[in-house]
């Protein structure tokens, strides 16, 4: 059974930055960081294979936020730079086996969510 616990949440001010964590148990999976803000849809943001050695990431963040992860502490990071009221949501760690997606469907684990609020 694979159990996902984010961290890091929190009131910044725009232009700040955040870095949430993502403990994972388990096997190394792939990986991906989801965002849903109040009356809108759970979206994408950002996404690692089980190596590391791929990325991929929203046209809204890339640029300014970076996945990223320790294999050996089993935990995936999320900084978050340059922060925008518009980032403000609550944030979910997701795994699945073999390779990332940007389609939350497709992530059968998730965390139980950190709130990010970014204050203009």
């Known amino acids: 059974q694979v159990q996902l616990v984010e961290s890091g949440g929190g009131l910044v001010q725009a232009g700040g930055s955040l870095r949430l964590s993502c403990a994972a148990s388990g096997s190394t999976l792939a990986m991906g960081w989801f965002r849903q803000a109040p009356g809108k849809e759970r979206e994408f943001v950002a996404t690692?294979?089980?190596?590391?050695?791929?990325?991929a990431y929203a046209d809204s963040v890339k640029g300014r936020f970076t996945i990223s992860r320790d294999n050996v502490k089993n935990t995936v990071f999320l900084q978050m730079n340059s922060l925008k009221s518009e980032d403000t949501a609550v944030y979910y760690c997701?795994?699945?086996?073999?390779?990332?997606?940007?389609?939350?469907?497709?992530?059968?684990?998730w965390g139980q969510g950190t709130q990010v609020t970014v204050s203009s």
């Open positions: 690692i294979s089980p190596s590391g050695g791929n990325t």
């Open positions: 997701a795994a699945r086996y073999y390779i990332g997606s940007v389609y939350s469907k497709e992530y059968p684990y």
